[in-house]
């Protein structure tokens, strides 16, 4: 789901039977490197290693490494339309679980969700295959651990690709405090509770989604698609009226969005039901954490090559539109940014075809 800036107020039946465990990446032979797996012409499930446990991935074909990060509230099957593509381009695409999601390590305490972790396990997945440099591509909060990754280990990941959530260098306000100033203002959200506020309580946004997940989920993933989302004219469901919760502003009419079907949807549902959503949750609890963490870095640019594709309805692109603006700046080596019109949130979903070509075409030309 979509941050605002701190500094302004292709179906495959094996994705679903279930992952293959492979562990070689988990041991290394005696000269101390980690044996490469075989080029993989289908999906193949393995965990790795990595500080907080083991890592859940998939990956796909080989050649250069692309690890493909998701985002809130999805796990690696949001890229299973990326896989086969980007396999078939010649590439060794990977999709992880990323931390507290899936099948990945889901640590108990909440500051173990902090950015400098989430980066950490992408560094050790790139290891644990073997690799010594890879492109991170990733998408919503993907987006921001992409980005981050790309900014702290640039000796790993040699570009960046941004989905639908902008690049924002470190600093600015505290974020809660710009977050719990949104529905103080004057204006259409006056009195109302920003979403990340309400999730950055603990035990708050479980109560309300835990019970039922898969009805959840479908809302949530239709408000914020192309076709289903709330008019313009309607309440606004990235914010939570007094004594509501976020779900009272999910479209009514129950329909699901174009790209999600009742059998992909029972995909993500069955995996939150079996995890719960706390450790997906503990990412916006640590945000404070990495204002904190990150102070060292405030406005520092990512200098690798860099990719960005956005919906042109979706709300990270109109709230963060200065940040967009600010890319030869903050992006000095910015391939292209598009905006992709009709298209929503759920930005590889929605628009797979489109996205394919134009992550292929950019990962095509990079150096090396």
């Known amino acids: 789901m979509p941050q605002p800036s701190t500094s302004d107020p292709a179906d495959n039946r094996s994705d679903r039977s279930g992952p293959r465990s492979d562990r070689s990446g988990s041991r290394s032979d005696r000269s101390g490197h980690r044996p490469v797996s075989p080029p993989a012409s289908r999906p193949v499930h393995r965990l790795v290693p990595s500080p907080a446990g083991r890592v859940h991935l998939v990956e796909q074909g080989s050649g250069p490494l692309v690890l493909l990060v998701h985002g809130f509230p999805e796990s690696w099957y949001s890229w299973r339309r990326q896989l086969p593509a980007l396999a078939a381009a010649g590439f060794r695409a990977v999709a992880v679980d990323v931390r507290g999601y899936g099948r990945s390590s889901r640590p108990d305490a909440v500051e173990a969700y902090r950015m400098l972790d989430l980066v950490a396990d992408n560094v050790a997945v790139v290891e644990a295959l073997g690799e010594r440099s890879a492109v991170v591509v990733g998408h919503d909060w993907g987006a921001n651990i992409a980005a981050h990754s790309a900014l702290l280990r640039p000796d790993v990941f040699r570009a960046v ?15 809660s405090d710009v977050f719990a100033g949104l ?14 506020s309400y999730f950055q309580e603990r035990g708050r946004a479980e109560a309300e989604i835990e019970p039922d997940v898969r009805g959840w989920l479908a809302g949530f993933y239709a408000a914020l698609s192309a076709d289903t989302m709330p008019a313009p004219q309607e309440p606004d469901p990235h914010f939570v009226a007094p004594g509501g919760r976020l779900r009272d502003r999910f479209p009514a009419a129950g329909r699901l969005p174009a790209w999600l079907t009742e059998e992909e949807l029972d995909v993500y549902a069955g995996e939150f039901e079996r995890t719960g959503l706390t450790g997906a949750l503990n990412r916006y609890r640590n945000m404070d954490r990495d204002w904190e963490d990150l102070a060292a870095h405030e406005g520092a640019p990512i200098t690798q090559p860099a990719l960005f594709l956005g919906g042109a309805l979706d709300a990270s692109t109109t709230w963060l539109s200065d940040a967009i603006e600010a890319y030869p700046t903050t992006l000095p080596r910015l391939s292209a940014a598009h905006l992709l019109d009709g298209c929503g949130h759920w930005l590889q979903q929605e628009r797979p075809e489109e996205t394919n070509r134009l992550l292929t075409e950019w990962l095509a030309a990079l150096p090396g």
């Open 161 to 175: 690709g941004l989905l639908s959530v902008p690049y924002t260098p470190p600093g600015g306000p505290r974020p």
């Open 183 to 196: 529905g103080d203002a004057a204006g259409p959200f006056a009195g109302q509770e920003f979403y990340v």
